[in-house]
T-cell receptor, first 114, second 113 residues
């Protein structure tokens, strides 16, 4: 158990819909990262937040957005969902938000878009 | 841009044999390198990381990796494989202003009894 929690574990929805994935970082960690894992794209970095502020962007689509709240939990919002958005979405956290910091991953949210 | 190449999508070894999982990186700046393991239906667990303190890095579960700048490699080894080591292993790199990890495609480790 990494100490990072994600809800829900599974999510089934339809194309065109909007969903919100939630992540609570390890106690004391200030930085949160979101990743997408799919069979064709592998593991891809989406976005990073540090202490409530956006720190870095990866391959995140414009239909996707995220935020980190004052209590440091984070939400990833996926809208206008397409079949290709079906994937595992991981959240990770680290104490500091710098390259080289160990990132600890949550169990993931499995999204299925029908 | 940084990238990681993992040689061999599947590696099969006998129980008790040496495990060697290969990772080569490309980076224009001194990299930070990581190995993660993913068991079925679980998240990623950090095995070890290299952050320039020592070229030979020891991790959990008996794994270690050696950073070789001249070969741009960071191969993962374990002297004696155990059945519980069967999993997907990912090499990752970060650095150069990008804090997010860039992952390789993964290597599926199969342990034969």
């Amino acid at each position: 158990d990494s100490g990072v929690t994600q809800t829900p574990k599974h999510l089934i929805t339809a194309t065109g819909q909007r969903v919100t994935l939630r992540c609570s970082p390890r106690s004391g960690d200030l930085s949160v990262y979101w990743y997408q894992q799919s069979l064709d794209q592998g593991l891809q970095f989406l976005i990073q937040y540090y202490n409530g502020e956006e720190r870095a962007k990866g391959n995140i689509l414009e239909r996707f957005s995220a935020q980190q709240f004052p209590d440091l939990h984070s939400e990833l919002n996926l809208s206008s969902l397409e079949l290709g958005d079906s994937a595992l979405y991981f959240c990770a956290s680290s104490v500091v938000g710098v390259a080289g910091a160990a990132q600890y991953f949550g169990p993931g949210t499995r999204l299925l878009v029908l | 841009a940084q990238s990681v190449t993992q040689l061999g999508s599947h590696v099969s070894v006998s129980e008790g044999a040496l495990v060697l999982l290969r990772c080569n990186y490309s980076s224009s700046v001194p990299p930070y390198l990581f190995w993660y393991v993913q068991y079925p239906n679980q998240g990623l667990q950090l095995l070890l990381k290299y952050t320039s303190a020592a070229t030979l890095v020891k991790g959990i579960n008996g794994f270690e990796a050696e950073f070789k700048k001249s070969e741009t490699s960071f191969h993962l080894t374990k002297p004696s494989a155990h059945m519980s080591d069967a999993a997907e292993y990912f090499c990752a790199v970060s650095g150069g202003g990008a804090d997010g990890l860039t992952f390789g495609k993964g290597t599926h480790l199969i342990i034969q009894p």
